[in-house]
């Protein structure tokens, strides 16, 4: 359903602007040039929005509060990043890179991944990291979870059901890498299911452990369960296991415009992993973060 929804913003936006151009392309070439533009580009205006409230909200800890440089390169890379997300590999590509999890004989005994995407989200978000593992020996499946504005726990059976797979795949426990959201979605599983035992680490990208003040302004069931300070959270580690948070590596950036303030991207207990002047999408596809955790495949924990 989300990749229709995307196909469609992104070939009317495109629609909308082409038709812009031809209509007033001959009679007013600069306003036809400035309308084109103003289409394509209005979606920065409103990544530059977030930005501003992420500098007015600030950071509870001096040491991580952003520069006025930071914002803006981070607003960049966010504007460059976002485009071939939404706009490309998730309405058109979701499902180019398959799921990994055969020959048996192959992929026995080398650990797998479970990828888990964030809100407004599917499987074709990880394209870059399955182009990463292609070919490699290791079983790899990424969700696409649904229903879009559906409640976190709901989502529990259909990381269940990729672990599952996963796990039989390669007789191993595997790796859960999840980005802002489905940070949240694992740790529901880990709630529900009890599944400790049944996963070697999860690393986090940006999600939103302790909520995002950003929120408030959504109002699906997910979205509201996010918001700070939200019941939802409060109950999520109720009655853990002590060392549950141990699993964990939570990559987060100072300049995340959509999970802020930054430290609640973190874990108590966790291996928490900042990342200075690094916006929210930009954060999944830095070559540090992807090299670091997909190095966990073959390396103990220490």
């Known amino acids: 359903m989300l990749a229709h929804l995307q196909k469609l913003i992104t070939l009317g936006l495109l629609a909308a602007a082409a038709g812009w151009l031809l209509y007033f392309g001959r009679t007013a070439p600069w306003l036809a040039v400035g309308g084109f533009a103003a289409i394509a580009l209005a979606y920065t205006g409103f990544l530059a929005i977030e930005f501003i409230l992420l500098s007015m909200v600030g950071q509870s800890d001096a040491a991580t509060r952003p520069s006025g440089q930071e914002l803006l390169g981070a607003w960049l890379g966010e504007v460059l990043a976002a485009p071939p997300v939404f706009c490309w590999r998730q309405p058109f590509r979701a499902h180019a890179i398959a799921d990994h999890l055969a020959p048996p004989e192959l ?72 980005h802002s959201m489905g940070g949240l979605a694992a740790r529901a599983w880990l709630k529900h299911l009890q599944a400790e035992a049944r996963v070697h680490h999860v690393v986090t990208l940006g999600t939103p452990h302790r909520g995002t003040w950003l929120a408030r302004f959504g109002h699906g069931h997910n979205a509201r369960q996010m ?68 190095a966990l495949l073959d390396a103990p924990l220490p």
């Open 227 to 294: 918001r700070l300070l939200s019941d939802w959270q409060a109950q999520l580690d109720h009655d853990m296991p002590p060392d549950r948070h141990a699993l964990f590596t939570c990559w987060y950036s100072n300049c995340d415009n959509i999970v802020f303030p930054s430290a609640n991207a973190t874990l108590p207990g966790a291996r928490n992993r900042l990342v200075r002047g690094v916006a929210h999408v930009q954060l999944a596809f830095l070559p540090l973060v992807i090299t670091e955790t997909l």
């Open 107 to 178: 992929l026995h005994g080398r650990r797998g991944v479970v990828f888990v995407h964030g809100l407004f989200c599917n499987r074709g978000f990880w394209t870059p990291w399955l182009e990463r593992l292609q070919g490699g020996g290791h079983a790899f499946v990424a969700v696409s979870l649904e229903p879009v504005l559906g409640s976190i726990d709901d989502y529990a059976p259909q990381i269940e059901e990729a672990v599952a797979q996963v796990t039989r795949a390669s007789g191993l426990a595997p790796l859960l890498v999840c």
